[in-house]
């Protein structure tokens, strides 16, 4: 059961279902509001991160991404805050 009840779990179960048939394998949420970019690279078959917290914590996470999907990236960078 999530902190959401029933409706919110059902309504995530069909959004994952929804990512799986459009071939997304590993999905995660990453909440962007209280996390900062500091860069964002795209490498062979995936994308390097390096965000950080409010709370001056520091993160690193790497996407695997299709070589075919070039706005991904630019993406990924307007949902988060820019870092300095």
Do not use: N, Q
Request: glycine share 10%; aromatic share 10%; charged share 30%.
């Amino acid at each position: 059961m999530t902190p959401l009840g029933m409706a919110g779990g059902t309504a995530d179960y069909v959004e994952l279902k929804s990512i799986k048939a459009r071939g997304g394998r590993h999905y995660c949420e990453i909440p962007t509001t209280h996390l900062r970019l500091h860069l964002a690279r795209r490498r062979k078959g995936y994308a390097d991160l390096r965000l950080s917290s409010e709370d001056k914590s520091r993160y690193e996470v790497y996407v695997w991404v299709k070589p075919d999907d070039p706005e991904f990236l630019s993406f990924v960078e307007g949902r988060f805050a820019r870092g300095s």
